[in-house]
C-alpha cells in the first residue's frame, strides 16, 4: 500500500447550494447603493445666512417734549352773586347768550332804596341851604365860628347820606363785570335772594387758560411764552395750539412739581371749560436726529442694542437712545446715517452671523430660486 502525505490529501468540496447563497448575499448589498447612485438627486445646499428684514438708519426731525396732563378754563369766569338782600323784579338776559360789560343782569326791588335815597337828598337840600346862611351870618359877625362850622359839618354828613343812599341803590342792579357768555341760572323773577346767593355764571370764552403741572426736572426747560400742543379726548384727531404764559414761584413740597398755565385761541368757540387736555411742550427741535425702526432695538436692563450690518453679517452694536415717538426712535450715539440695521427676525441673529433678505416672489407666488445675500 502507498501512503500519501497529509498535503496531499484532496479537501472536500462545498455543496453547490452553498455557492449559490453567497453569491446571493453579494450582490443583495450592493443593489442599495447602485439604486440610490441611480435614482436619487443630491439635495442642494442650504442657502448661507439667516433670513432677515432691513432697515436703514435715517435722518429726520425730533422734538425733545415734556408731557402732561391739565384741564382748561375760561379765561375770565364768576359766579353772579347779590350783595344785598331783595326780590328779583327784572331779568336781562337769557341763558347762553352773550353779553357786553356793562349790560343788565338782575333787577332787585329798589322801593326802599329810593326812599332812602330821595331822603338823603333833602336833608342834603336842608343843609346846604343852612350852610348858606350860616357863612353869610358870618360874614356879617352876627354868629360865632363855632355855628357856623356846626352847619358845614352837616352839610358834609348829608352828602355822605346822599352818597350811601345811592350805592345802596346801585346794588340793587347787577350788571355783566366783562364780556362773556351766561351760563344757566339758578333764580327767577319773584325769587328773594340773600347777599352771597349764586345766581348765575358769566365767562369769557374767546380764550381759554391751560393748567396743568410739570416736574420739578422740567424747571430749566419752561420759559414763558414756549409754544405747545394740546389734544382733547373731545376732538380726537385734532390739536390745538397755545403759549405758556404764566409758570408758579414755588415747586410744590408734596408732589415736586411745579404749576403752569398756558392760554389757547378760542375764536370758533368749541372749546368749553373743565375739558381734559394732553400736553405737548416742544423744549428743543432737532433737524438732524438719526431715526430707527422702534422694533430693532433689543434691551437689556437700561442698555439698547442694534444689530447693523456690514459685510453681510449681523454685528451686534450699544447705541445710547433719546427721544421716541410713535414707531421710531432717536438714536444719540452708536449708528450712522444711511446704515443698514436688522429690523425682522432678530431672535434668530447672534453677533456675527451672516444674515440674507429674501429676493421677490417670481410670478406663481413661489420665492425665488437664490436669496439676495446682504
Same mark, same amino acid.
Given at each position: 500500500m502507498i501512503l500519501l502525505p497529509p498535503?496531499?490529501?484532496a479537501r472536500p468540496s462545498l455543496p453547490s447550494w452553498a455557492i449559490l447563497l453567497a453569491c446571493a448575499? @453579494?450582490?443583495?448589498? &450592493?443593489?442599495?447603493d447602485a439604486k440610490a447612485s441611480r435614482g436619487s438627486p443630491v439635495a442642494p445646499a442650504a442657502a448661507a445666512g439667516t433670513l432677515v428684514e432691513l432697515g436703514e438708519v435715517r435722518v429726520g426731525t425730533m422734538q425733545r417734549i415734556w408731557s402732561a396732563v391739565g384741564s382748561l378754563r375760561a379765561d375770565e369766569s364768576v359766579i353772579v352773586r347779590p350783595e344785598i338782600t331783595g326780590r328779583i323784579v327784572e331779568l336781562g338776559f337769557e341763558e347762553g347768550q352773550r353779553v357786553a360789560r356793562g349790560d343788565l343782569l338782575f333787577a332787585l326791588d329798589a322801593s326802599v332804596f329810593d326812599a332812602e335815597l330821595a331822603q338823603a337828598k333833602a336833608n342834603l337840600a336842608l343843609a346846604t341851604r343852612n350852610a348858606s346862611r350860616a357863612e353869610e351870618l358870618?360874614?356879617?359877625?352876627?354868629i360865632p365860628s363855632a355855628e357856623r362850622d356846626a352847619t358845614t359839618a352837616a352839610l358834609n354828613v348829608a352828602k355822605a347820606a346822599v352818597a350811601l343812599a345811592e350805592a345802596q341803590a346801585a346794588k340793587a342792579v347787577i350788571r355783566a363785570p366783562f364780556d362773556g357768555r351766561m351760563g344757566l341760572r339758578s333764580a327767577a323773577v319773584g325769587d328773594y335772594v340773600t347777599p352771597g346767593q349764586d345766581l348765575?355764571?358769566?365767562e369769557n370764552l374767546d380764550r381759554m387758560k391751560l393748567e396743568f403741572r410739570l416736574p420739578e @426736572?422740567? @424747571?430749566s426747560d419752561v420759559a414763558e411764552g414756549q409754544p405747545l400742543e394740546v389734544t382733547l379726548d373731545a376732538y380726537p384727531g385734532q390739536t390745538?395750539?397755545?403759549a405758556v404764559y404764566a409758570i408758579d414761584s414755588r415747586v410744590a413740597d408734596d408732589t415736586r412739581s411745579i404749576a403752569?398755565?398756558?392760554?389757547? &385761541?378760542?375764536? &370758533?368757540g368749541r372749546l368749553r371749560p373743565g375739558l381734559f387736555a394732553r400736553i405737548n411742550l416742544v423744549v428743543e427741535t432737532r433737524n438732524d436726529a438719526l431715526l430707527v425702526p422702534e422694533q430693532a432695538i433689543i434691551m437689556r436692563g437700561e442698555r439698547a442694542f442694534v444689530f447693523a450690518v456690514q459685510d453681510g453679517k449681523a454685528m451686534e452694536r450699544e447705541v445710547m437712545l433719546g427721544q421716541r415717538r410713535k414707531g421710531e426712535a432717536?438714536?444719540?450715539s452708536g449708528l450712522e446715517a444711511g446704515q443698514e440695521i436688522v429690523v425682522s427676525g432678530i431672535q434668530q441673529v447672534s453677533n456675527g452671523s451672516s444674515v440674507r433678505t429674501a429676493a421677490p416672489a417670481d410670478r406663481n407666488g413661489q420665492p425665488a430660486a437664490n436669496d439676495k445675500l446682504s
Open positions: 498535503l496531499a490529501r448575499a @453579494l450582490v443583495g448589498c &450592493d443593489a442599495p358870618f360874614g356879617r359877625e352876627l348765575v355764571s358769566i @426736572l422740567a @424747571l390745538f395750539s397755545g403752569a398755565r398756558a392760554r389757547l &385761541d378760542n375764536a &370758533d432717536e438714536v444719540m
